[in-house]
C-alpha cells in the first residue's frame, strides 16, 4: 500500500532492525527528490517499508547520489519468533516485493541497507530467463565498533587497528 512519510512512517522506521537514518521522513522528505513510500502488510500490521528515489516520470526506481540506502526496511520480530521464523518470514516478505516492484516500475534501481542479508528471492526472480530479471551488484558494507578509541590515547593499541591488516594499516 502506498503511504505518506510521516509521523507513522517514522514509529515503523525506528523500531526495525534495519533502521537507518536515511529512512527518516525528515531525511526523505529534504532529499529534492520524488519518493514513493509503501508499506508491507500481513494482514493488518505492518511488516515492512520501501522506499524508493522515483524518475520524473515516476515510472522507474532511479540511483540518488543522497540517498545511501534505499528498498526495504523490515520490521521487528513478532510475538515470541524464532530465529528460523524471523528469516522465513525476511524471506517473503523480499520475495513478495520482488514479485510486485516490477508491476510498478519499468526499471528498478536501489541499495539495500547492510542488515539485508538475504537477497535470494531477488537473485531467483524469473529464474533461467535471459530478461526481466533483476541485474544484481553486490558490495559490502562493515560496520566497525570504534568504542576503543574512546580508552585508549594512542590508535596503535585500539582491537581495531591490531585485527587490521597490515595494508589497512598502513592506510
Known amino acids: 500500500k502506498k503511504v505518506s512519510c510521516d ?5 515503523f522506521i525506528e523500531k526495525s532492525p534495519d533502521y537507518s537514518v536515511f529512512f527518516n521522513s525528515i531525511y526523505l ?6 519518493i514513493h513510500t509503501f508499506f508491507v502488510y500481513n494482514a493488518a500490521e505492518v511488516r515492512a517499508a520501501i522506499a524508493l528515489p522515483v524518475s520524473d516520470k ?3 526506481v532511479i540511483e540518488d547520489d543522497f540517498l545511501i540506502y534505499s528498498g526495504v526496511v523490515i520490521g521487528n520480530k513478532t510475538n515470541d519468533q524464532s530465529i528460523s ?3 522465513a518470514e525476511r524471506f517473503y516478505i523480499l520475495e513478495f ?3 510486485e516492484l ?3 516500475y519499468s526499471k528498478i534501481h536501489f541499495s539495500f541497507s547492510p542488515s539485508i542479508f538475504d537477497i535470494r528471492p531477488f537473485q531467483w526472480y ?4 535471459k530478461e526481466g ?13 570504534i568504542d576503543d578509541f574512546i580508552d585508549k590515547n594512542n590508535y596503535q593499541a585500539t582491537n581495531l587497528y591490531k585485527n587490521a591488516s597490515s595494508s589497512r594499516r598502513q592506510q
Open 29 to 34: 522528505n529534504n532529499i529534492n527528490r520524488k
Open 7 to 11: 509521523i507513522n512512517w517514522d514509529k
Open 85 to 87: 521464523q524471523v528469516n
Open 58 to 60: 515516476e515510472d522507474y
Open 133 to 145: 530479471i533483476y541485474n544484481i551488484n553486490t558490495k559490502y558494507t562493515s560496520y566497525v565498533s
Open 97 to 99: 516485493i520482488a514479485n
Open 102 to 104: 516490477p508491476k510498478l
Open 126 to 129: 524469473r529464474y533461467g530467463e
